[in-house]
């Protein structure tokens, strides 16, 4: 039960030779004037005199030196001066700065979670500190507390967040301007989720949206570039320093003659305002367009040769006249496109679901129900093919769609609404053909004429995959796949469940609280195969939610055995799965008696016990 990147750390340590009977950690030669301390002193200062019941802070730099501390003088494990102390990994083993530092977010370690035998009864929670314009922590924030029964979280975490905070405030205000600027651009074109990289030529932030698009030699190659566009700034370009004397139109159309009559009160300026070709294939502007007083200057666009799709546009920041850096923002087209299936998919009523495999089908669905002409919908049972159906239907006027049941339907139907159609002279209202599957042969002949005589009639059909079709059948649904669009089963998109919950649950009787669901209770439905897809789950909440009189949200023992249980631990064959699921649906029948269940399998309780132990279901 041991976590697999706890179980690492200690793998580590034990390589690295780390002693775990340690009286304190090792000591190594203290930086000196470490340019962390100054800005993050006062707010420690601050901090310090609130610490009460054991509880300790410190300050560690990039390598995990000890750069300041106070109290927690148990996890020291000394009194003495602390700074330079070593934290890392290396010499002390598993432990929240180094946890922090090595992934730049928040880290809790807890009593054992230690590696070493002197934090056994200690916590800590570590936040880590990023200067202005840094890719990487510049060091962390550690609150220690003494072990307490209840490791939830970490009674430290608010003060560690905030004091973090007020550190990082007091880097920010002592940055250069230039930095500061930087930072603040980069801050606002993230604020909407962009995928946003900001450089300077030594430096750059990358944004976890960008990381994901861009790989790292177009990382470097937008670096280079904006190192150019900083040079370009500070010398002009490569022709001015060379002297080459290229001509260039002025103002009126008159040429200008060498670079020496062009002379400005700080020395020669470039006389050629000529474009360059960037990396990509791109064009730098003019010097006066990179001297403009705006901060951002006209962006310029080029696509990604490594990334199928992508465009960056890059812009250079300017301050005080000068070009200090450039923000990169990514333009994936592949964005847009999801956001009209966003919004294609919201206005379609009744549909519940943004995972991209049911954004994709919804689109794909809409793009064809556009005109008016046959749509095939396929699925497995209960994927909502009929609530999409009705949902297109709409698109195609108000009038209410003819719905023909054939799992339902009464002999000879088919053929008269068939007829009725291919006579009809004005505009022919929607139909909708539930479970095309089971048609009758006569009906399929009546389609098929229909078809052939009228081959835009406005339909909307549904079929599932699995039952044997015959010759004529075949040839209906040949016809129809190639207007065809295939839903993904539930089970490809759990990413809807929270949300398909909500809609299932809808408002609650008066005087009773809203259904809400516990993390447990979502993962053990994450987690099911859901044969009956929506529909399923939609029985799952029913049953739930009916007959409940508990308050607060829905935990993992209230579910329905069925759901209850965790996957297999192993991979089953055909016989087994079969076994399990027939033992899952009479325990299910039989609401979770596991005696009654034994009976209408035909087996005894002894063996029931004995199998659910074989499949991992005796501890649901």
């Known amino acids: 039960m041991v976590p697999e990147d706890l179980a690492q750390a200690w793998r580590r340590a034990r390589f690295f030779g780390v002693p775990r009977d340690l009286a304190a950690p090792p000591r190594v030669r203290p930086p000196v004037d470490p340019p962390l301390l100054a800005p993050a002193r006062p707010a420690l200062d601050r901090v310090a005199p609130t610490l009460s019941g054991g509880m300790g802070l410190v300050l560690v730099d990039s390598r995990c030196r000890a750069l300041w501390w106070s109290g927690g003088g148990r996890y020291a494990g000394t009194s003495a001066d602390v700074a330079g102390l070593d934290l890392s990994e290396k010499a002390v083993g598993h432990n929240s700065a180094a946890l922090a530092l090595r992934t730049g977010h928040r880290a809790e370690v807890h009593g054992p979670e230690h590696f070493l035998d002197l934090w056994q009864e200690v916590s800590a929670v570590s936040v880590p500190l990023y200067e202005p314009a840094a890719g990487r922590p510049a060091g962390a924030v550690t609150v220690v507390a003494p072990l307490a029964e209840d490791r939830t979280s970490h009674p430290g975490a608010a003060m560690a967040e905030a004091t973090a905070h007020a550190v990082e405030t007091e880097l920010l205000g002592r940055a250069r301007p230039p930095e500061r600027l930087l930072l603040d651009a980069y801050l606002r074109q993230r604020a909407d989720g962009a995928a946003v990289v900001a450089l300077d030529g030594s430096s750059r932030l990358v944004s976890p949206e960008a990381a994901r698009l861009l790989s790292h030699e177009t990382l470097t190659r937008l670096e280079r570039r904006a190192t150019a566009l900083v040079r370009d700034a500070d010398t002009g370009p490569e022709g001015a320093r060379t002297g080459a004397p290229e001509e260039t139109s002025g103002p009126e159309g008159a040429r200008t003659g060498t670079p020496a009559e062009n002379t400005g009160p700080e020395g020669p300026r470039s006389a050629a305002p000529e474009e ?5 294939g791109a064009h730098t502007a ?6 403009a007083p705006e901060e951002f200057a006209v962006p310029e666009e080029f696509a990604v040769p490594d990334g199928a799709g992508l465009t960056v546009r890059m812009s250079r920041l300017t301050h005080g006249g ?7 923002t990514v333009c994936p087209a592949a964005r847009r496109a999801r956001a009209a299936e966003r919004h294609d998919h919201d206005r379609l009523p009744g549909l519940v679901g943004t995972s ?20 095939l919908l396929i699925g497995e049972a209960g994927v909502g093919k009929t609530a999409l159906a009705r949902a297109l239907l709409t698109l195609r006027g108000p009038a209410a769609p003819h719905v023909v049941d054939a799992a339902e339907q009464v002999p000879g139907e088919v053929p008269r609404w068939c007829h009725a159609l ?5 505009g022919a209202p929607p139909l909708l ?25 406005p339909l909307v059909a549904t079929h599932t995959p699995g039952a044997p079709t015959g010759p004529c059948l075949s040839r209906l649904l040949d016809i129809l796949s190639a207007r065809s669009v295939a839903l993904p089963p539930l089970r490809e998109r759990v990413d809807d469940i929270p949300a398909l919950l909500t ?3 809808g408002h609650p009787s008066p005087g009773r609280p809203p259904l809400t669901w516990s993390l447990d209770a979502r993962r053990a439905l994450e987690q099911h195969t859901w044969p009956g897809n929506v529909a399923e789950l939609a029985h799952v909440v029913r049953e739930v939610a009916e007959p409940r009189r508990a308050t607060g949200p829905v935990r993992r023992e209230e579910l329905p055995y069925g759901l209850r249980v965790p996957p297999a631990t192993r991979r089953l064959s055909g016989m087994e799965r079969a076994e399990r699921t027939a033992i899952l649906e009479a325990l299910r029948r039989h609401g979770d008696n596991k005696a009654r269940a034994a009976e209408s399998l035909g087996i005894g309780r002894a063996t029931l016990y004995r199998k659910l132990r074989a499949y991992g279901m005796d501890q649901a």
């Open 276 to 280: 360059s070709a960037g990396p990509e």
């Open 286 to 291: 003019t010097p006066e367009a990179i001297a």
């Open 322 to 328: 000068e070009v200090i850096g450039a923000v990169a």
């Open 356 to 375: 991209r495999p049911w954004r994709l089908a919804v689109s794909g669905a809409m793009e064809l129900a556009r005109s008016a002409e046959p749509l």
């Open 422 to 426: 291919a006579e009809w002279e004005g």
């Open 433 to 457: 053909l539930r479970h095309a599957e089971r048609l009758g042969q006569s009906d399929v002949a009546a389609l098929l004429s229909l078809l052939e005589r009228r081959p835009a009639v």
């Open 503 to 505: 809609a299932f649950t």
